[in-house]
């Protein structure tokens, strides 16, 4: 089954500490960044120290533009407003303080004032100008960084819910597959226990157990002349590790069969009757009779699987096989009186002693002869089951096609693959020519839809008055 992961993303949400925390705050002096009065005194005092030694030492007065643009327009893009004035002011203070000029003769005072001041003034419009802007920019870039993170954590929130809903979706795909594996595995077993015969039955109720209650040790107990003997025994380590035989006597008999009761390890009360024999114990009771055919005893069983709904679970298996065995036996019973079995075609299973006698001592009186065809078919257990009626029809066709009508065929067994054919006024040699023409014919009629097939046939004579010791024997 596949498994839908839900992806991971690039920055993960699960770590809020890398996303959502704030920068570290700057540190200040008396309002002003650190960092920025550190840069603005390191400029100036290196650009007064190469003015001094390297320059005219007139403070760049010549040079244009001047070079304490540089430091003016890095605070102003970097800091803002606030430090960029600081800047300016440093600057014009570093620039003017002991280097005023004297005023020219032939210059007015406002055009000496005008040239003295012209950078200073250009520094402070620029400040204010730039820095403006890139505080703009600054509020900006935040407000989109605030967004951005809001984002990522709105991103990280869903991330987790699609994780959250593809396990939830992956948890209810693996419970309906489980569900769905259940109701197949119950679907089976009911059509394993869902026989019409009795001994076919208990050879399903392993199916239904196992899928119902899944114990590691069971037995299945039937009553035989009023005793409880095992007819199923599942998981038992040793022959004789648990009584084979319960009378009615006994405490546990008494209590399951006699008073049907459900005995189970955690009742104090009902631990002296199972006395190490099991942890559960219960009658298989018919629900619409009302009729005890036995006992099913789990005597180990997963300390987690034992709950409340087991025991419900456990009394539910007792009355579907109870149930199911009782309606077998009543198909039993009602087949035993039939002339006819599954096929119309075929006589029943039970009716074929009763039809043989009568024609054997018949034979004997009147001096004819009789044989019997054992005919099998090999190979029919790989057929399914819903179509293992079509054996017999087949059966039947290739029957009434060679035989005579007087020639009587019946189901030998209730599996409905073994069948017996009686032949009245036939001896042993025509017998064999009969069972040739039956074999040839069904095995081309089971050929057009069950090639794997097999059809095997036996002749015995019942009867032969030519036989000097009455004519009994079998022969193939």
């Known amino acids: 089954m596949a498994v839908l992961t839900a992806p991971r993303l690039a920055m993960d949400p699960a770590s809020p500490a890398e996303t959502d925390a704030p920068p570290r705050p700057a540190r200040r002096l008396a309002g002003w960044r650190l960092i920025a009065l550190l840069e603005i005194g390191v400029f100036l005092i290196a650009a007064l120290l190469l003015d001094h030694y390297l320059f005219a030492g007139d403070r760049f007065a010549a040079v244009q533009p001047h070079p304490f643009w540089i430091i003016i327009l890095l605070t102003a893009a970097q800091y803002g407003t606030g430090e960029a004035l600081l800047a300016t002011i440093a600057c014009s203070i570093a620039l003017l303080a002991g280097n005023i000029p004297d005023q020219p003769i032939d210059q007015d005072i406002y055009s000496f004032y005008l040239d003295l001041f012209r950078n200073p003034i250009l520094w402070l419009l620029t ?228 039809q043989t006698r009568v024609i054997t001592d018949l034979a004997r009186r009147t001096g004819f002869p009789v044989s019997a065809l054992r005919l099998s078919v090999q190979g029919s257990e790989k057929v399914p089951e819903a179509r293992r009626p079509a054996i017999s029809a087949a059966v039947g066709k290739a029957v009434q096609a060679t035989l005579r009508d007087s020639d009587l065929a019946f189901e030998h067994q209730k599996s409905g693959w073994d069948f017996e054919v009686l032949l009245p006024a036939t001896p042993h040699r025509h017998a064999t020519v009969a069972a040739e023409k039956l074999r040839h014919e069904l095995t081309a009629l089971l050929a057009k839809e069950h090639p794997g097939l097999q059809v095997s046939i036996a002749v015995r004579r019942l009867y032969d008055p030519s036989d000097g010791n009455g004519g009994a024997g079998a022969q193939d």
């Open 127 to 354: 400040v204010i100008f730039v820095g403006e802007i890139g505080r703009r920019h600054r509020n900006r870039i935040a407000d989109l960084s605030h967004r951005l993170s809001h984002s990522e954590r709105q991103v990280g929130v869903l991330d987790e819910a699609y994780r959250k809903l593809a396990e939830a979706k992956t948890r209810l795909e693996v419970r309906v597959a489980g569900q769905m594996k259940t109701v197949v595995a119950l679907y089976e077993a009911a059509r394993a226990i869902d026989r019409q015969a009795p001994e076919e039955v208990l050879a399903g109720v392993d199916q239904i157990i196992r899928t119902i209650l899944d114990p590691q040790q069971y037995s299945v107990f039937m009553l035989q002349n009023g005793v409880l003997r095992p007819l199923v025994t599942e998981g038992w380590e040793k022959p004789d590790q648990y009584r084979r035989e319960f009378t009615a006597d006994s405490p546990l008999f008494h209590a399951v069969i006699g008073q049907q009761r459900l005995l189970h390890a955690a009742q104090p009360a009902d631990l002296g009757i199972l006395n190490g024999e099991g942890v559960i114990a219960g009658p298989l009771l018919a629900a619409d009779t009302g009729e005890v055919y036995g006992m099913l005893k789990i005597e180990r069983i997963g300390f987690l699987d034992f709950t409340l709904s087991t025991l419900e679970n456990f009394r539910v298996t007792c009355d579907w096989i109870a149930t199911a065995y009782a309606h077998a036996l009543r198909f039993s019973k009602a087949e035993a009186g039939a002339a006819y079995g599954t096929s119309r075609a075929l006589f029943a299973a039970g009716f074929r002693e009763r």
